[in-house]
């Protein structure tokens, strides 16, 4: 890989990671809670994927019809069951209750599935690329990641300007105690967002896993790229996470093209980086918020 | 004010009580006895209660981070990870007696943890805990990449050439025994000095709600980045041991030295023993040793419980075992508050 193709091959990675981190900016916006296992729904995803096209012979792009409708009702009995608790007992909580839950979805995927790498098959699209020039390739299928995260993005932004979902969704996020005040009912709200997170994470998932192998522990992994997508971002639009995602993508594969093995590592120096600069700059912790709200000035 | 005012209640500042008086007598006692372990204990329960010390080690210093300054770190195997392999560096390379590295990497680990905590103490709640975990992850792949044969790569090193130059295996049991124990005494005695001081009591406002702490002067960063050098270098101090008790260990991986399991550890030994309590990690660490000891160790199903149990009492038992003792009973046994009693008139 020359620079150029790792540059394009990085910002069509960055798509993978702005669908990963979508969900997750979509929680911390709504709720205020970082859900660490995050990734490890997504790795469940993936999984679920891989059983289905296993037993019925289908492709992984139609084992969505059945993936991410499970995932909404994942997301939503994981918010009355487990979040919803937590989210009352203070701020803490629901991180020790999220991280108990990526330790026992980790080790239940390897009692499941063993420890051994599993993939996707992305079908025929895998084979085909955009020549550009020798020695620069752009595989279809990464331009369809991509496109997915975008029209995601897109939709998600749609929903929360235009419709009453959307609205009512804003509003508990600026103020749930208000938005009650005024008939929305918060904890539906908050069990909706989580559905649709969750949904996110578990399409995020099912691409990671045609793009690349994915074993028991993965998730731990998606969940810090989705995280540093975040930050990187910024302000925690929606654009930003894409924004976030693509420098995340090209960090690594930039990184990767040095020695293979920085992969990982050049990311998270970005993101380190990117996070000291916001504190010398005095962009605070308190600052660190995500607002998918754009208030309107009336 | 009314003129009938009723004469204020007279109220004294207690902190010891004789229950208190008479159990850290007792434990202070228990460690003596237990000092004698080498020469009292068959080799087995030497080895058990190494894998004690080194737990209670790494519960005390997750509450102190977790219980008094509000920070939930994913990443404190960065420093578990960097006490061993320090250690084995200095004792490898160098050719330093291996107790003394131990020693100086769980200093670096405390010199470690300054820069770190300018990184993240700026942080709340879920982004500090991902980027504690980056930073550790960072860590590990970082002596992954290592190619001093001293390190060894991703494929691991291991310490039993320099401890078996300079000792016979039996010694080296003894010697571990008496530094885990050590370890631990003198990081619980630091801790409850350091919270009955003034800085203690900053620390106990920063834990019951940080923005009126601060609201009244409390000088939160800096109570928080004291607690954060004490646990970087008390878990270092804790990998160095754990390197000594198991010889070799690998960097990448949840079961590694840098692996997440050990944050799953002592998230479980915390919350079962009860989040900012003093005495709490430590019946959180002799629980997760009884379920070693007597439920499965290791694999799949130990941490499926772990992480299990961990959830149910976050959110059935918040205040963990010992936190309910105390809320029903109102018994301290290691005194690191103060409490006002009513002198006289109604109790």
Known sequence: MTWVSAIVHGILLGGVYALLASGLALMFGVMRIINLAHGSLALVGAYMSFLITEHLGISPYLSLAIVLPGALIVGYALQRTVLERSLRAGPLVPLLTTFGLLIVIANLLQYFFSPDVHSLDEGSIGLKAISVSNELAIPWFDVLTFGVAVVVLVGLQLVLRYTQVGRELRATAEDADTAELVGINARAVYARATAVAVATAALAGVFYGMRSGFDPNAGASELLYAFEAVVIGGMGSLWGTLVGGVVLGVAQLVGAQINNEYFALSGHLVFLVVLVARTALGVRGVGFRIRFVRRSVA | ?347
């Open chain 2, 1 to 347: 004010m009314s003129e009938h005012a009723v004469a204020a209640p007279a109220f004294r500042v207690e902190r010891w009580t004789w229950v208190s008086v008479a159990f850290t007598g007792g434990l202070t006692g228990l460690v003596a006895l237990l000092a004698l372990g080498p020469v009292l204990l068959s080799e087995n329960s030497q080895n058990n209660l190494i894998q004690l010390y080194f737990l209670v080690t790494l519960a005390v210093m997750w509450n102190a981070l977790a219980g008094y300054g509000g920070l939930v770190s994913v990443g404190q195997q960065g420093f578990i990870g960097i006490g061993a392999y320090g250690a084995v560096f200095f004792s490898l390379q160098h050719s330093l007696n291996p107790y003394l590295s131990m020693l100086i990497a769980t200093l670096i680990g405390g010199v470690v943890a300054i820069p770190v905590a300018l990184v993240v103490l700026w942080l709340r709640s879920g982004a500090f805990a991902i980027a504690t975990w980056v930073i550790a992850e960072s860590f590990a792949i970082l002596v992954s990449l290592d190619p001093n044969p001293a390190i060894g790569g991703g494929t691991g090193t291991s310490a039993i050439l320099p401890f078996n130059l300079r000792y016979t295996p039996e010694q080296r049991l003894h010697y571990t025994y008496w530094a885990a124990l050590g370890t631990v005494a003198v990081l619980l005695v630091l801790l409850f000095a350091l919270l009955r001081s003034r800085v203690g009591g900053s620390l106990q406002a920063i834990r019951d709600d940080e923005d009126a702490a601060a609201s009244v002067g409390v000088r939160v960063l800096l109570g928080k980045g004291i607690l954060f050098v004490i646990a970087g270098a008390g878990c270092a101090a804790a990998g160095a041991i754990i390197l000594a008790w198991q010889l070799s260990i690998l960097p990448l991986g949840p079961d590694s030295i840098f692996g997440i399991n050990w944050t799953a550890k002592m998230i479980f030994m915390v919350l079962v023993g009860g989040i900012g309590t003093f005495e709490g990690p430590i019946i959180g660490a002799i629980a997760l040793y009884v379920l070693q000891t007597y439920g499965p160790n290791g694999g799949v199903w130990y941490f499926v419980l772990l992480g299990g149990i961990a959830i149910g009492f976050a959110l059935l038992l918040p205040r963990g075992i010992w936190g309910t003792i105390q809320e029903r009973f109102d018994v301290r046994l290691l005194p690191v508050g103060y409490r006002l009693r009513q002198i006289g008139g109604a109790r």
